[in-house]
């Protein structure tokens, strides 16, 4: 067993198998844009617990896809129970600096009383569909460059492309 130049046992680097399991193999992640908002929006309204997922094995760039945490697969996760790694969980708030509060159709109510034009459920209906819309364009503005995933050596700052 060889030694690299700063004297790591090949053994004990990261990407000396190709095929590693070890997250800290990964560099940057790919994640649509879409997703991200998707997964805000869904657990700001109750709806789910969604995440974005990174599944094993890992390399050095990865993609995070939307999915429902509660959900457990039929054969169960990957890697979970047979030894193997876990796929990553990604809250998407790790992906956002700084949220927006999620517009309630109460406030939406509120400034339509407050404002001038009279009250209609399809003027709130529509007032609602662009406090939503500007919300979801407000994120999109926010997205972060790099995102932090646990690792067994601790934290570790990836890349993010989004797509």
């Known amino acids: 067993m060889g030694t690299e130049d700063d ?6 680097r990261v990407d000396a198998d190709p095929t590693s399991s070890d997250p ?26 969604l995440v974005l997922r990174v599944t094993p094995p890992f390399s050095g760039r990865m993609r995070a896809r939307l999915h429902d945490a509660g959900v457990v697969e039929a054969d169960g996760d990957a890697g979970e129970g047979d030894g193997g790694p876990a796929p ?61 995933i646990e690792t067994e050596a601790g934290p570790q700052s990836v890349s993010v492309s989004y797509l």
Do not use: C
Request: glycine share 4%.
């Open 7 to 12: 004297g790591t046992p090949a053994s004990d």
């Open 24 to 49: 800290r193999r990964i560099r940057s992640l790919a994640v649509t844009g879409d997703d991200v908002v998707d997964a805000l929006e869904a657990n700001a309204r109750g709806r789910d617990r």
């Open 88 to 148: 990553i969980h990604l809250p998407p708030e790790r992906f956002v600096a700084d949220v927006p509060p999620y517009p309630t159709v109460d406030d939406t109510e509120d400034e339509l009383r407050a404002s001038s034009t009279a009250y209609s459920r399809e003027e709130h209906r529509r007032r609602h569909q662009r406090a939503v819309e500007a919300w979801r364009e407000r994120v999109r503005e926010r997205l972060v460059a790099d995102v932090e």
